[in-house]
T-cell receptor, first 114, second 113 residues
Framework: NAGVTQTPKFRVLKTGQSMTLLCAQD?????MYWYRQDPGMGLRLIHY???????AKGEVPDGYNVSRLKKQNFLLGLESAAPSQTSVYFC?????????????FGQGTRLTVV | GQQVMQIPQYQHVQEGEDFTTYCNSS?????IQWYKQRPGGHPVFLIQ?????EVKKQKRLTFQFGEAKKNSSLHITATQTTDVGTYFC?????????????FGQGTILTVHP
């Protein structure tokens, strides 16, 4: 899925450590999303952005921060990682409005907090 | 806040049987999207429904959007082993929350040959 690149693909953190997940797109889409996926919980929206310089909270924003300083990048930060944040994190992008052809997802980042 | 519920959570079928998953939103949606995720993969967009009462077909897959734009369904006719995966609906609330794409919990489909 060359349009959406997530970095890193795997990471193990110790409780209390911080890290930043990077999502980069080359499709010039307006909207960007961060989801986490846990067994039986589906995809839960953490934060999203409808344009450069704007961010908004999703369903489960606590413990995470985001920034979208450039249109092509959406960063997800964990300031003090907790075991409850062990999950698979997906970034997604989409066009705005009725032109949207759905969201394109990155390959995911598997994060383990020990 | 907006909630999107999807049932059933699991469905096991014999190859050739039909399959249906249902999606219900707590609020009226601007549009609804459907995705498929294969085991170990990422969600892949299938289709978007925008109009009240809309019905769209993709080969053996039929998608419906309810008249009130609060519910939707995906029906697969004569399932095949290649249909295995998790099917998600995702609702776009519209209005001041346009762009906020909320997913249901997904339905995991297993097809026995």
């Amino acid at each position: 899925n060359a349009g959406v690149t997530q970095t890193p693909k795997f990471r193990v953190l110790k409780t209390g450590q911080s890290m930043t997940l990077l999502c980069a797109q080359d499709m010039n889409h307006e909207y960007m999303y961060w989801y986490r996926q846990d067994p039986g919980m589906g995809l839960r929206l953490i934060h999203y952005s409808v344009g450069e310089g704007t961010t908004a909270k999703g369903e489960v924003p606590d413990g995470y921060n985001v920034s979208r300083l450039k249109k092509q990048n959406f960063l997800l930060g964990l300031e003090s990682a907790a075991p409850s944040q062990t999950s698979v994190y997906f970034c997604a992008i989409s066009e705005s409005g009725r032109r949207s052809m759905g969201a394109f997802f990155g390959q995911g980042t598997r994060l383990t907090v020990v | 806040g907006q909630q999107v519920m999807q049932i059933p959570q699991y469905q096991h079928v014999q190859e050739g049987e039909d399959f249906t998953t249902y999606c219900n939103s707590s609020t009226t949606l601007s549009n609804i999207q459907w995705y498929k995720q294969r085991p170990g993969g990422h969600p892949v967009f299938l289709i978007q429904l925008v109009k009240s009462g809309e019905v769209k077909k993709q080969k053996r897959l039929t998608f419906q959007f309810g008249e009130a734009k609060k519910n939707s369904s995906l029906h697969i006719t004569a399932t095949q082993t290649t249909d295995v995966g998790t099917y998600f609906c995702a609702g776009n609330a519209g209005g001041t929350s346009y762009g906020k794409l909320t997913f249901g919990q997904g339905t995991i489909l297993t097809v026995h040959p």
